[in-house]
T-cell receptor, first 111, second 111 residues
């Protein structure tokens, strides 16, 4: 699985867009980018995933660069409830190995 | 009702005791996982199972064992608990797309 690099922490003002970057320069052609988040001591929660096209759902948008070496998770209107650790994970869609969670980015939404 | 349940939610035990953590799911998924999380760190994979007869070690399986009693049940055992196994333990399930659904966690303290 490709290695990912995320900033350890970020701040965002409530109501503003939160843009969380992830570098995955060694990503392979069949690997997807997944995002999860973990709100204080709760089980991680799936947010979104994508291969090469930008993706959007009710929680967030995922922007993947054309060369697929980096991506950005966008929370369009961050709320205090979005304060969490956000994990970027790169995986093949149906591989035999499990997801590997790194240290993630701790997002603090400020009032 | 929750899709993934874990029992107990909290447990305090003594060094040398045998402990079993249980996980049940109603998602109908074949894949189940056990992770541990230490304070301030990401999740680390202990064991995972792709079906009842397919069980695999994760990155930190030493000191742990598992049993997949049925598609819906996956239990984690600590044969002889030690203090550095004090952690938050999460069970998760997934389908082939690797969208994982996590339980609420079990907080284990070994004195």
């Amino acid at each position: 699985d490709a290695k990912t690099t995320q900033p350890p922490s970020m701040d965002c003002a409530e109501g503003r867009a939160a843009n969380l970057p992830c570098n995955h320069s060694t990503i392979s052609g069949n690997e997807y980018v997944y995002w999860y988040r973990q709100i204080h001591s709760q089980g991680p929660q799936y947010i979104i995933h994508g291969l090469k096209n930008n993706e959007t759902n009710e929680m967030a948008s995922l922007i993947i660069t054309e060369d697929r070496k980096s991506s950005t998770l966008i929370l369009p209107h961050a709320t205090l409830r979005d304060t969490a650790v956000y994990y970027c994970i790169v995986r093949v869609l149906a591989g035999r190995r499990a997801l590997t969670f790194g240290s993630g980015t701790r997002l603090q939404v400020q009032p | 009702d929750a899709d993934v349940t874990q029992t107990p939610r909290n447990r305090i035990t003594k060094t040398g005791k045998r402990i079993m953590l249980e996980c049940s799911q109603t998602k109908g998924h074949d894949r189940m996982y056990w992770y541990r999380q230490d304070p301030g760190l990401g999740l680390r994979l202990i064991y995972y199972s792709f079906d009842v007869k397919d069980i695999n070690k994760g990155e930190i399986s030493d000191g742990y064992s598992v049993s997949r009693q049925a598609q819906a049940k996956f239990s984690l055992s600590l044969e002889s608990a030690i203090p550095n196994q004090t952690a938050l333990y999460f069970c998760a399930t997934s389908d082939l797309r690797h969208e994982q659904f996590f339980g609420p966690g079990t907080r284990l303290t070994v004195l």
